[in-house]
């Protein structure tokens, strides 16, 4: 198989350009993946409530809460 370089110079200057755009749009697309990691800063923040309201019922509250 040809290399992407010899395959993109083979295409008229628009659609080399359309290349370009849309492997910048992957690469970006990419980055906005490694910066999804799952972050835990939240675990205990709900703490205070662990006495008013079962785990369920927090569960449902948060999922209010972020609702809103």
Do not use: C, H, N
Request: glycine share 4%; no cysteine; charged share 30%.
């Amino acid at each position: 198989m040809e290399s992407l370089d010899v395959l993109v110079r083979q295409l008229p200057p628009d659609l080399q350009k359309e290349v370009s755009e849309f492997i910048g749009y992957l690469l970006e697309r990419e980055q906005q993946k490694l910066g999804r990691k799952l972050r835990q800063t939240w675990a205990g923040a709900l703490r205070e409530y662990q006495k008013q309201y079962t785990a369920l019922e927090l569960q449902k509250k948060s999922m209010e809460w972020r609702a809103s």
